[in-house]
């Protein structure tokens, strides 16, 4: 009974919660369609053009920014910034800010915990067995976000690694063929669009907007944390500062990389054995045994009196 009230009591809140936001939104002058209706002939009003919209923007858009900024109140401001940190790590996916991306913790624990709810009470389990599995899953659905997280942090900064290489000798074929860094970097991203590419278009915006290039190139580093980047932009800024031709050490930058890429391979290529052992032992080599020892099996049943 007590999981059953759970669980209508946060069906109510939330609907409570979306009905908020539509008064708030009807009450709201409507500036927007008397600005339209300037413009078109055929006016339409705004609430035509608002249900034409996808469901995700009209319903769980506000209710996100509504939970955001509640859990933008209560979140501790260092927990923000780490959190906006690994967000910047991660490419900003879909837009994300530090509030979104709580908001979504939270709405995905109870969401999940309330569907455990549902599921216990038309199982009929008992009241503690109830409690415990929607605990443990709204956890579950708390945590998931930031393994996702995280999960798209490391592959971003594999994505980055693996593309400096190549982008590197790139700029040092630019660089020897008489172009500037800045020229060098645009051709770089003329050519990839991958992570390391956006990275680089992001630093020529903010340059073309007054940044000094090591500025910019520092904070690339910082919101990649990639530690061969950090290397590379660190070479860079300290080449400009000391007048030494950009050419030699974007040289000596890619025959770096390559020897750390090659290392690379070779530890993965020593791994490759280790991780091969397992599922060699336990579906290989069964599936061969039974390949190899089925058809005696009836033979060596029969010699011992086991036949049917």
Do not use: H
């Amino acid at each position: 009974m007590v999981g059953i009230l759970i669980g209508v009591a946060a069906l109510i809140i939330i609907f409570m919660m979306i009905n908020i936001i539509r008064r708030r939104r009807a009450n709201t002058p409507d500036l927007i369609e008397a600005r339209l209706a300037e413009f078109i002939e055929n006016p339409v009003s705004l609430e035509k053009l608002e249900m034409q919209q996808p469901f995700s923007e009209r319903v769980l858009k506000p209710l996100v920014s509504f939970f955001a900024r509640i859990m933008g109140s209560v979140t501790p401001a260092k927990s923000q910034e780490r959190l906006r940190r690994n967000l910047q790590m991660a490419g900003n996916p879909n837009g994300l800010q530090a509030g979104d991306f709580l908001a979504l913790r939270l709405l995905a624990g109870i969401l999940l915990a309330g569907v455990v709810l549902f599921l216990c009470w038309v199982t009929k389990q008992s009241l503690g067995l109830t409690i415990a599995a929607a605990v443990w899953m709204g956890l579950m659905g708390y945590s998931f976000p930031a393994y996702w997280l995280g999960g798209k942090i490391k592959a971003r900064k594999k994505a980055i690694f693996r593309s400096l290489p190549d982008a590197i000798d790139l700029l040092t074929i630019s660089v020897e063929a008489g172009l500037g860094f800045d020229q060098a970097l645009q051709r770089v991203t003329e050519k990839w669009n991958d992570e390391l590419s956006k990275e680089f278009r992001r630093v020529l915006s903010e340059m073309r907007v007054g940044k000094l290039r090591r500025d910019a190139l520092r904070e690339m580093a910082y919101r990649c944390d990639v530690n061969e980047l950090s290397i590379f932009v660190a070479s860079i800024i300290q080449a400009d500062q000391l007048g030494v031709s950009l050419a030699k050490v974007l040289r000596i930058q890619a025959d770096q990389m390559r020897i750390r890429r090659r290392q690379m391979a070779e530890e993965l290529a020593r791994k490759a054995p280790i991780k091969m052992l397992f599922p060699m032992v336990f579906l290989i080599f069964p599936s061969v045994y039974i390949v190899i020892l089925g058809p005696a099996v009836p033979t060596i049943a029969a010699s011992m009196g086991f036949a049917p």
